[in-house]
């Protein structure tokens, strides 16, 4: 793979910001539901950004 510009490298470092922030939040979120429903899909959408900030994070290896 071809190296990457610094405006890629700063994009994806803020999209790894911003994910990482989604996935404490929902954990969070899953956390402090009643509901086994609500907390079984903060879960889901937890997990779906904790796949993104690691596929992100893949481009920097």
Do not use: P
Not at 5 to 30: D, F, G, H, P, T
Request: charged share 30%; proline share 0%.
């Amino acid at each position: 793979m071809s190296q990457l510009s610094e405006k890629e490298l700063s994009c994806i470092n803020e999209s790894l910001a911003e994910e990482e922030l989604l996935v404490k939040k929902y954990q969070m979120l899953s956390s402090q539901s009643q509901d086994s429903e609500v907390t079984a899909k903060f879960k889901e959408v937890a997990d779906r950004h904790q796949k993104h900030f690691n596929e992100l994070y893949a481009l920097l290896g």
